[in-house]
């Protein structure tokens, strides 16, 4: 069966590391997404892609990065993370725009110390 | 830009109750109205989309939403709630015209209680 996946489910880190977490998808799906999930918050959108070698900022992109080199895989880079990024991050794809529902990983939950 | 509100952050109910979720987006043009569900640990699954035609969608495990466009909203609701329906439960919205990007409303926690 197609599916999303995300590694890893959980990590701890310390302020100023970089860290990557990984999203792939079997659905063959053009757009992908990362939000991350915070109490009170909801889901807020980081960065998104349409494509190969498309990414385009969310609403707090600030601090993170991606890079889509083919269509299964849209990693998540925190340059330098900080405390204020602990959070649970999803990945979350769809076939195109305006097509239909997302599909979201099993979400990542990463804790800055 | 568009955005969601959900008037309600935590619900309680007991079981057999009735349920009513509110929602209310702002977007001044044609949408895409979605409800997911997030069950405790796990990740998000649709529970109900719409996209047009009738305004009253029916969705899984019972529940429905009935889109008012005059009021912006996308109310969600189930006759009869079950202690399997506690859970986190989002509503999203996608406007046409907004480069396909989903916003999402805060979430509200339903507890049913047994």
């Known amino acids: 069966d197609a599916e999303i996946t995300q590694s890893p489910r959980h990590k701890i880190t310390e302020t100023g590391r970089q860290v990557t977490l990984a999203c792939h998808q079997t659905?063959?799906?053009?757009?992908m997404f990362w939000y991350r999930q915070d109490l009170g918050h909801g889901l807020r959108l980081i960065h998104y892609?349409?494509?190969?070698?498309?990414?385009n900022k969310g609403e707090v992109s600030d601090g993170y990065s991606v890079s889509r080199s083919n269509t299964e895989d849209l990693p998540l880079t925190l340059e330098s993370a900080a405390s204020s990024q602990t959070s649970v991050y999803f990945c979350?794809?769809?076939?195109?725009?305006?097509?239909?529902?997302?599909?979201f990983g099993e979400g990542s939950r990463l804790t800055v110390l | 830009a568009q955005s969601v509100s959900q008037h309600n952050h935590h619900v309680i109910l007991s079981e057999a109750a009735s349920l009513e979720l509110g929602c209310n987006y702002s977007?001044?043009?044609?949408?895409?109205l979605f409800w997911y569900v997030q069950y405790p640990g796990q990740h998000l699954q649709l529970l109900l989309k719409?996209?047009?035609?009738?305004?009253l969608v029916k969705g899984i495990k019972g529940f429905e939403a009935e889109f008012i466009k005059s009021k912006f909203s996308f109310n969600l609701r189930k006759p009869s709630v079950q202690w399997s329906d506690t859970a986190e439960y989002f509503c999203a919205v996608n406007g046409w015209s907004n480069a396909g990007k989903s916003t999402f409303g805060d979430g509200t926690t339903l507890t049913v209680k047994p």
């Open positions: 659905w063959n799906h053009n757009n």
């Open positions: 892609s349409y494509g190969v070698h498309d990414t």
């Open positions: 719409y996209f047009s035609g009738d305004p």
């Open positions: 977007y001044g043009g044609t949408v895409n």
């Open positions: 979350a794809s769809r076939l195109a725009e305006n097509t239909g529902e997302l599909f």
